[in-house]
């Protein structure tokens, strides 16, 4: 088969830690899925049971390997495939700490992450920049390489990077992105256009909002049991 105009990618949230449930700011912290992040992922699995998947990107931590190994067991054997630079982004001092402590001690650079992630770089962490542009690299070159007409392709990646490739891929600036991962289901289908996707990865724009709308989403919908 022949390359699509347009693509499916199906992003998937990674189970949640124990510190997702405790309310530690988890970022790049590599921990095992809890007993509430295995049974999202088996949902995940079975929403994306005999869907036609060619490949399933992960980000290396546990909880989204995990995932992905239930989504593959569930498919039509599509390999998984661990991207390094699809992991979540680094936050530095801040992991492993309450968000409630760091608001009771930083609430002026808290407030600010909270209403514009893209204007506050935790201490010793990476910048919400750096982050996308090694995302979306990974993303297009995934798109480029991997698809074909009448297949899609599965993202499994955590809370973070989930809500930045929403607002990337539905041209939304960086202040939606905490709105998003409260409002969207855990699992997406996206049609991106692949040329607009490969056009934007050749420019190498650092903003994640650079895609023009109405050009790379095509259409999205939640899963439903």
Known sequence: MGKAKFADIWLVRAGCSQWDQDGRIVGATDLPPCEAGLAAARDAARLLAGKPICAILTAPAECARSTADLIAQGSRSPKVRPTETLGEIALGLWEGTLASDIEDRCPTVYRQWRTDPSSVIPPEGE?????????REAITDAVGRHLKNGQGLAIV???????MLICWLENRPPSDLWELLDESPPVIRMTVDRATMKAVSRAQSPEPAALPAGRVQASVSSLHR
């Open 127 to 135: 910048s919400y920049q750096e982050a996308m542009a090694r995302v």
């Open 157 to 163: 990646v955590g809370p973070t990077v989930f809500g």
